[in-house]
């Protein structure tokens, strides 16, 4: 399981699927789904279901788990003698761009460079500090006539950072937030190939999530699940970090707590952890979780919603890194949450 999961996880590393453009990682994860579920389809804005049915007595009820595919990265907005000026998708960390290489989706894949003018040709107030995205420039080191011909305006621009993996646990690479839990809940869907589970299982790889929450919002509209449960990463605990909001990665994923959360979701998905023996922080998250459980829980008359959290460093960077323990035990406990739902569930959740 590990290995099948480890190199999906490698692939989409390597693969662009920038927010609101995500076809290259769908047909992967489609890919490694496929065997292990029993319909696949797409939404029209782009976010894949996959259901396994359950065995229970039909109507069925359904769980949602809902892990985002898409990815921050830039697309061209001019084209200025021969380099090319970016406008960020997502969000992005100035701090550590320039230098970084990056792949140019032209009218063929460029490789490029992510260059920053000098210090005396910005504006005065924008000399000290990180430069701001909108000052950058990628140099695929071609002539400007060239670069005419094969670069305009709307192609996008992706992290070409390979993936590495660093002592015995740890993952390195771009788009781990957040297609570290798309392998986290491949890796759920291949524990249930051992285990039955009485609820139907949508598997959503959802679209937008970085840019408008698009997917989620109505994937959840169109599935109208019982439950549903968002995977995405936190904030890994590092030196200079706060340790009142930050994680320990390899100690195990997060279960939120807030306004944004079911109170009897969250019971459950800690009773599965500890049947399971997965370690489970609290995350407390007093306002909008910044996942695609704002979405999920407003979708119709409303979703009983949990969230889990894999603890990231270097969050909305070319070089984030994660525990793939953490990455494993998430899948684990996405597995057991799910076998153990009863028939009564439903009726069991309170929100005290």
């Known amino acids: 399981m590990g290995d099948v999961m480890l190199n999906l996880l490698k692939d989409?590393?390597?693969?662009?699927?920038?927010?609101?453009?995500?076809?290259?990682?769908?047909?992967?994860?489609?890919?490694?789904?496929?065997?292990?579920?029993?319909?696949?389809?797409?939404s029209p804005i782009g976010s894949l279901h996959a259901l396994k049915r359950g065995s229970g007595a039909a109507p069925r009820p359904s769980v949602l788990v809902a892990t985002h595919m898409d990815a921050i990265g830039m697309m061209v907005s001019m084209l200025d003698q021969g380099l090319l000026r970016v406008a960020e998708i997502g969000g992005l960390e100035p701090r550590v761009l320039p230098g970084q290489p990056v792949t140019v989706?032209?009218?063929?894949?460029?490789?490029?460079?992510?260059?920053?003018?000098?210090?005396?040709?910005?504006?005065?107030?924008?000399?000290?500090?990180?430069?701001?995205?909108?000052?950058?420039?990628?140099?695929?080191?071609?002539?400007?006539?060239?670069?005419?011909?094969?670069?305009?305006?709307?192609?996008?621009?992706?992290?070409?950072?390979?993936?590495?993996?660093?002592?015995?646990?740890?993952?390195?690479?771009?788009?781990?937030?957040?297609?570290?839990?798309?392998?986290?809940?491949?890796?759920?869907?291949?524990?249930?190939?051992?285990?039955?589970?009485?609820?139907?299982?949508?598997?959503?790889?959802?679209?937008?999530?970085?840019?408008?929450?698009?997917?989620?919002?109505?994937?959840?509209?169109?599935?109208?699940?019982?439950?549903?449960?968002?995977?995405?990463?936190?904030?890994?605990?590092?030196?200079g970090l706060p340790e009142h909001r930050t994680f320990p990665m390899g100690d195990g994923p997060t279960n939120a707590w807030g306004p944004n959360i079911h109170p009897g979701v969250h019971q459950a998905l800690k009773e599965a952890a500890g049947r399971v023996e997965v370690p489970l922080a609290l995350e407390p998250l007093p306002a909008h979780s910044g996942t695609d459980a704002f979405a999920l829980q407003i979708a119709g008359e409303g979703i009983p919603t949990g969230v889990l959290g894999i603890p990231l460093l270097n969050m909305h960077t070319p070089v984030e890194a994660v525990s793939i323990a953490d990455i494993r035990r998430t899948g684990r406990l996405l597995a057991e949450f799910v076998a153990g739902l009863t028939a009564d569930f439903l009726q069991t959740l309170t929100l005290d």
């Open 12 to 42: 989409l590393i390597r693969l662009p699927g920038l927010s609101g453009h995500e076809r290259p990682a769908q047909e992967r994860i489609q890919a490694a789904w496929e065997p292990l579920v029993d319909e696949l389809s797409l």
């Open 105 to 239: 989706h032209g009218r063929r894949d460029l490789p490029g460079l992510l260059v920053q003018p000098p210090a005396h040709a910005l504006p005065a107030e924008d000399r000290k500090g990180p430069v701001p995205v909108k000052y950058l420039m990628v140099d695929i080191g071609l002539p400007p006539a060239q670069v005419a011909r094969l670069v305009r305006p709307g192609d996008l621009v992706s992290f070409a950072q390979e993936p590495f993996e660093q002592g015995e646990d740890r993952l390195v690479g771009h788009s781990l937030d957040n297609r570290a839990s798309v392998a986290a809940l491949t890796a759920c869907l291949l524990e249930l190939q051992q285990r039955t589970h009485l609820w139907d299982l949508w598997s959503v790889a959802t679209a937008q999530e970085e840019e408008t929450l698009g997917g989620a919002l109505t994937s959840a509209f169109a599935l109208r699940p019982t439950v549903a449960i968002a995977v995405d990463v936190t904030w890994a605990r590092a030196p």
